[in-house]
């Protein structure tokens, strides 16, 4: 990594954004197209370290924001719900975006960020420019998650099952260092990053309302926690699963640990120009940071689709 880039990401920009303070980092000319990178769980902003200046060096302005209940981001009252599901989390976004002056923008992120991206392009379309979402299509529903799966799939959301739990909820709270370098190791199963690499992100898990969204997103999703009324008319949109009409490019590692669909699952759910890749030599969950090099291409090749 660079040395303006690990000084960039060392020392975290703020704006208030609707209900957040938002931490992030941005890289680029600040006139230049847009481009935000949204990471996922249990992930951070250092995903896209290596990607990041790979976008720029074309032209981009690059912008990666904590997600609330991560790194530098916090809510602005103390009395602000906990909440993570799924639509609020993307109404972050476009109150980040209105904060930055920000119409429309590339978009491309990996799990509850590839989720987020998928969000914005379905209920925002003119605020998505293109697209590229690791593991396809992830809009869902909390009837959706109500419905069993066969065994060995819910094998794969162990986690979830255990969040449902207030030992899950202790647990996580108690151990989420080794908690998350599981959910890496599992997802990533031929990934050798170091505990320097690791560690690095794993700060971010220190913010003081991170067990919280965690667990309420997972339990939302499951249909056991309630979501706050605001976003519901937003739900009910999503439960429809919309089609997304934004140029796209969808990608997936060959070594995914984690739970994701087949690309012919969701290929029709994609209405406008559209591409998925398939990334090779063992690269699993954490794409972007994993494999660089593909994703940064897959942005700029999003945009020209």
């Given amino acids: 990594m660079r040395a303006e880039t690990l000084a960039a990401f060392a020392a975290p920009r703020q704006i208030n954004a609707g209900a957040l303070s938002v931490g992030y980092v941005e890289l680029g000319a600040r006139h230049a197209p847009p481009v935000l990178l949204l990471h996922g769980w249990p992930y951070d ?35 602000a719900v906990r909440n993570g599901q799924p639509s609020a989390i993307a109404q972050d ?10 119409e429309r923008a590339v978009i491309a992120g990996f799990d509850w960020g590839a989720r987020t991206a998928n969000i914005i392009a379905a209920l925002w379309p003119e605020r998505c420019k ?31 099952f255990y969040f449902a739990t207030e030992r899950g909820r202790l647990g996580y709270q108690q151990n989420t260092h080794d908690f998350a370098k599981l959910i890496w190791r599992t997802a990533s199963p031929r990934w050798a990053f170091d505990d320097a690499t690791f560690d690095r992100s794993a700060a971010a898990f220190a913010n003081p309302d991170h067990v919280a969204i965690v667990v309420h997103n997972y339990r939302w999703r499951l249909g ?8 519901d008319e937003l739900e009910r949109r999503l439960a429809e699963a919309p089609t997304i009409a934004a140029p796209t490019i969808t ?36 794409l972007p940071q994993e494999d660089p090099q593909a994703f940064a291409d897959a942005v700029v090749d999003a945009d020209r689709l």
């Fill in 45 to 79: 902003i250092y995903a896209f370290a290596d990607a990041a200046p790979l976008i720029a060096a074309h032209g981009y302005r690059v912008i990666i924001p904590y997600l609330r209940g991560y790194g530098a981001t916090r809510f602005l009252s103390e009395d």
């Fill in 251 to 286: 990608m997936e590692g060959d070594a995914n640990g984690a739970p994701h669909p087949p690309a012919s699952a969701y290929a029709a759910k994609f209405t406008g120009r559209y591409q998925h890749r398939d990334v090779g030599g063992g690269v699993g969950h954490n």
């Fill in 224 to 231: 056991i926690a309630e979501g706050e009324p605001r976003y």
């Fill in 130 to 160: 293109a697209m590229v979402s690791v593991s396809g299509y992830l809009i869902g529903s909390q009837a959706a998650g109500r419905m069993p799966l066969p065994p060995e799939a819910e094998l794969q959301w162990w986690y979830q």
């Fill in 93 to 102: 976004i476009i109150a980040f975006m209105d904060a930055l002056h920000i």
